[in-house]
């Protein structure tokens, strides 16, 4: 019975709970991804024609010079990074980390200052990817993605949750 509490709980050992921290990541990911793509697609045109995406879902878009394409790709970024990073607030209080360090709402606000910078050293990176050396939007997206891992597990185990 406690392996499975420990498994459904957010009190666990330091290795089943980075096992979680990780599904849960994905989980986040995995929304961050599909807000972008369906942002960069309707909203704020971000996409070309050999965008994964794209290609997959055959899905028609604009053509759009370097410049646009990487401030659309940044905006669609942060409205994709309020989203993704709600459910990752809700994953890691319910299912990974013991909260209560903080205040509840100095707590989310931590974690949305954290997972901040960390999105905005990514975007930042990103927009030049493309700007600069006109990489598709679906690698230089993965360099946002890369920034904010290394970044926020350290930072949320450590400062803003009770490990």
Partial sequence: MNAIASLLGNDSGNLLQFIKYAISGCIATVTHITIFHLIA???????????????IFKLPIKELDDATRSRNSMLS??????????????????????????YWLVEIALFY?????????????????????????????????????????AMRKFFIFNG
Avoid: C, E
């Avoid at 994709?80 to 903080?102: D, E, H, K, Q, T």
């Avoid at 050293?121 to 891992?149: P, Q």
């Fill in 77 to 102: 970024n942060g409205a994709a990074f309020l989203v993704s990073n709600l459910v990752a607030y809700l994953l890691n209080i319910y299912w990974v980390f013991v909260p209560g360090r903080y």
């Fill in 41 to 55: 697609w309707k909203v704020f045109f971000a996409l070309q024609p050999q965008d994964w995406f794209v290609k």
């Fill in 113 to 153: 200052l954290v997972s901040g910078v960390s999105i905005v050293i990514g975007t930042s990176v990103m927009g030049v990817l493309i700007r600069r050396f006109g990489m598709l939007t679906t690698y230089a997206f993965g360099a946002n993605l890369i920034a904010a891992l290394m970044i926020n597990y």
